[in-house]
């Protein structure tokens, strides 16, 4: 699957699977816009992938900041051709035991965050009359619900409904637009899980290991390529058969 001459921007880009997917991105021969509040993080994404890579800090939980990002990356590179919303973020805890103050920081970021940058790049794709490929990291637990990532799991079906209700709208302008949803994978934020969590999730997967980042990575591979030109509004879990939803 190449990328080569394409141009590919990341959120979420600092660290886990948002880093593995603008490495992989990369690999595939993409030009990386690599975005995120951690600025040293995504510094070191790109370093890690070299010259065909950019650093963009970004907030999304403000509007302004993302116009700007929309502003930077077309200023660097051009419009872009792949656009992957795999920022996000989670705090574990008995849903009584929330705030508010959490609730709306998922929903800032995990929701509103890839709706506003969505509607922010398309706006100039469509202007060009170009196309795009657009790919949302969700989770399977806005599949199918997760004990102590309530709110959390309400912000990922969000966005499940979000790509297929985009899918639509965008088709006539051959915009694909797709869905990847991990299951539990080795990341910074699941190492931050009490361990008898950690424990009990990696049993209940089929195939009793976690996910990596690289493997969601080689979905979002083949969401962003030319192999999945007639694929749009669709789901796809990489969890090890911890869910089988169709």
Known sequence: MNL???????????SGIGRAIAVCLADAGATVAV??????????????IGGRASLHEVDLTDPGSILALRDAVI???GLPDVIVNAAGWDRVEP???????????????NFLGPVRLSHAFLQAVLAEGRTAKVVNIASDAGRVGST?????SGTKGGIIAFTKSLAREMARHQ???NCVCPGPTDTPLFATLPEKIRTGLVKAIPFRRLGTPEEVADAVLFFA?????????????VSGGLTMAG
Request: hydrophobic fraction near 45%.
């Open 4 to 14: 080569t001459n394409k141009v590919a921007l990341v959120t979420g880009g600092a």
């Open 35 to 48: 975005a995120d509040l951690n600025r040293d993080g995504a510094q070191e994404t790109v370093a890690t």
């Open 75 to 77: 200023a660097a590179h």
């Open 95 to 109: 849903f009584m035991a929330n705030d508010d103050a959490l609730w709306t920081s998922l929903v800032s970021v």
């Open 148 to 152: 102590g990532e309530t709110v959390y």
């Open 175 to 177: 915009i694909n637009v």
């Open 225 to 237: 390529s030319d192999r999945a030109r007639f694929v749009t509004g669709q789901v796809l879990s």
